[in-house]
């Protein structure tokens, strides 16, 4: 009935069992617990500003290296570059054709 109403958005029926078997417990509060562990995003200003001046002072540098030396993860910093940064690689041709020789 709830997908009918709200359609993908509608919250799981799992979800729906939890937070009755919770109410039915007396329990009122329906937000999670906090849990112990690293936060659940690493995307903050201050991590975007930090890979934007990393490539800044060398537009070189691996995901790889960025990611260990700020210790997020690889598809962070990807996300970061690409998203955050609108920076895109650029394809270059190793061995440049030239139109006019002709040693076929």
């Avoid at 359609?7 to 617990?33: I, L, P, Q, T, Y």
């Avoid at 990393?54 to 997020?72: Q, V």
Wanted: hydrophobic share 35%; aromatic share 6%.
């Amino acid at each position: 009935m709830l997908v009918k109403v709200y359609g993908v958005d509608a919250v799981s029926k799992k979800c729906v069992f939890e937070w009755f078997k919770r109410f039915r417990d007396v329990m009122e509060n329906v937000k999670d617990e906090p849990r112990s562990g690293r936060p659940p995003t690493s995307t903050t200003p201050d991590n975007i500003e930090r890979v934007r001046r990393m490539l800044a002072d060398d537009r070189r540098l691996s995901l790889r290296l960025i990611a260990e030396e700020l210790k997020i993860s690889l598809d962070s910093v990807s996300n970061f570059i690409h998203e955050h940064l609108q920076k895109r690689k650029k394809k270059v041709c190793a061995f440049p054709t030239s139109r006019g020789s002709s040693n076929v």
